[in-house]
């Protein structure tokens, strides 16, 4: 069964630093990956979907790459801001599935 | 354009009782998903709809039931609650069938069972 790891659990940085959050999955024959974002008390917010055949995806200051190969996505944020600070969660389709399979997210905080 | 919609946002309820969660969507999507998300878990799949008059299970689907009488509405019901259905429900939908598109999320109903 396809699993999805999401390191680290919680990460807290200063504002206008860049950082990367993590993703990776057990099983590479993936359709494509998302990026979500999500707020306390809220529903999710698609970010980014990177397509199996794509390395990456841009939007804004957000950046995701994907090594399907060895199982890994990153998401960039530049310059953060406290408007950045939420939970992000990544999530994988498996090739032949008709569900997401996802993380336990990364719950980030930008301080002010 | 509302997106998807769900109702109620909370709800109590005691354990035996039965209860439909509302979700709707305005976007003429095909498939329509519900998740439930617990705490140090992903969120994972209840049941998940390809079109009208389609259902079939995801990983989770014990103690829940589905219908799809439209394209726009696929409500949840939970037939008997049990307090190991308190979790917050989500319900997606996205353009076209299968799980490969964008997914768009409702906000949420937070349930308890006691």
């Known amino acids: 069964k396809q699993e999805v790891t999401q390191i680290p659990a919680a990460l807290s940085v200063p504002e206008g630093e860049n950082l990367v959050l993590n993703c990776s999955f057990t099983?590479?024959?993936?359709?494509?990956l998302q990026w979500f974002r999500q707020d306390p008390g809220k529903g999710l917010t698609s970010l980014l979907l990177?397509?199996?055949?794509?390395r990456e995806q841009t939007s804004g200051r957000l950046n995701a790459s994907l090594d399907k190969s060895s199982g890994r996505s990153t998401l960039y944020i530049a310059a953060s801001q406290p408007g950045d600070s939420a939970t992000y969660l990544c999530?994988?389709?498996?090739?032949?599935?008709?569900?997401?399979?996802f993380g336990t997210g990364t719950r980030l905080t930008v301080i002010p | 354009n509302a997106g998807v919609t769900q109702t109620p946002k909370f709800q109590v309820l005691k354990t035996g009782q039965s209860m439909t969660l509302q979700c709707a969507q305005d976007?003429?999507?095909?498939?329509m998903s519900w998740y439930r998300q617990d705490p140090g878990m992903g969120l994972r799949l209840i049941h998940y709809?390809?079109?009208?008059?389609?259902?079939d299970q995801g990983e989770v689907p014990n103690g829940y039931n589905v219908s799809r009488s439209t394209t726009e509405d696929f409500p949840l019901r939970l037939l008997s609650a049990a307090p190991s259905q308190t979790s917050v429900y989500f319900c997606?939908?996205?353009?076209?069938?299968?799980?490969?598109?964008?997914?768009?999320f409702g906000p949420g109903t937070r349930l308890t069972v006691t």
């Open positions: 997606a939908s996205s353009y076209n069938e299968g799980a490969a598109y964008e997914q768009y």
């Open positions: 099983d590479s024959a993936i359709y494509n």
């Open positions: 990177i397509q199996s055949s794509q």
């Open positions: 999530a994988v389709t498996q090739t032949g599935a008709n569900n997401l399979f």
């Open positions: 976007m003429n999507h095909e498939y």
């Open positions: 709809s390809v079109g009208a008059g389609i259902t």
